[in-house]
């Protein structure tokens, strides 16, 4: 073999050694243009808002541990309020005597609707709030009422009581069928379930925003966990939280799933103001 060519060889072999390296990263974080940011800049960035919503893949235990990592690291630089959409309004009073030490776990999972992954997922996040005496607002529209509007669209919640009126956001709801996220719900169910369907999706998120609006403390910085669906794109939640409260600084995180998390792919780019992007190879909770 000639010299340059051995030479040539040895070059491409360490190429090859060199990728082969590369360390796994179970995430990597982006900012809205797809650069890499660190997670103190996050956190930097979040304490100066008024309210953060965080987008999450339900069963995605990266979301999760950063979920309350950021919580603990916000904890000290500013008064929190946490809420989310894994619990309905109607479980509010449970939620508060478990924050309150007058239920344990037992008591919380016989009196509200907990979801499956709520014991490793989000007691994390419930107990710190106990622990810390911080306030946890129910802000999802109990189910029933969201399987209501699916069915007869707005117009099918006033038959309810004043009571279950309460539960829910103002009716009239604004709504607005042109936004990218409504449209692309239609168009990925391929017409199944109509119209109404997004409007289901529009009511919980009206909802989300109402409660969490009505739970904010001025001075408070409030950290809102959601599907990621529910504000990519800046749009669900925040839609309904920018109409109403527009002088309100508010930020978004996202999550997203990639088999090569170096590089975020354009599609991803602009889902939030931060997009945790997770290596799909990465195990789930259920």
Known sequence: MKPIQLLLFFAFALLLNSAAAQPKTAYVLYDAAGKKVSYEKMIKTLKDKDIVLFGEYHNNPISHWLQIETVMDLHPLRPLVLGAEMFETDNQEALDMYLAGTINDKGLDSLARLWKNYPTDYAPLVRFAQKNKLPFAATNIPRRYASKVARGGFEALDTLSDQEKAWIAPMPMPYDAELPGYK???????????????????????????????????????????????????????????????????????????????KLLPENKGRADFIICVDEDMTTTY
């Open 184 to 262: 692309a719900m239609l168009e990925m169910m391929g017409g199944h379930g109509g119209a109404n369907l997004p409007k289901a999706q529009a009511s919980k998120d009206a909802t989300m925003a109402h409660f969490i609006l009505q739970y904010y403390r001025p001075g408070a910085l409030f950290i809102h966990f959601n599907g990621a669906y529910h504000s990519d794109n800046y749009e669900g939640i925040l839609w309904y939280l920018r109409r109403q409260q527009p002088q309100l600084r508010y930020a978004t995180i996202s999550t997203v799933s990639q088999a090569d998390n170096r």
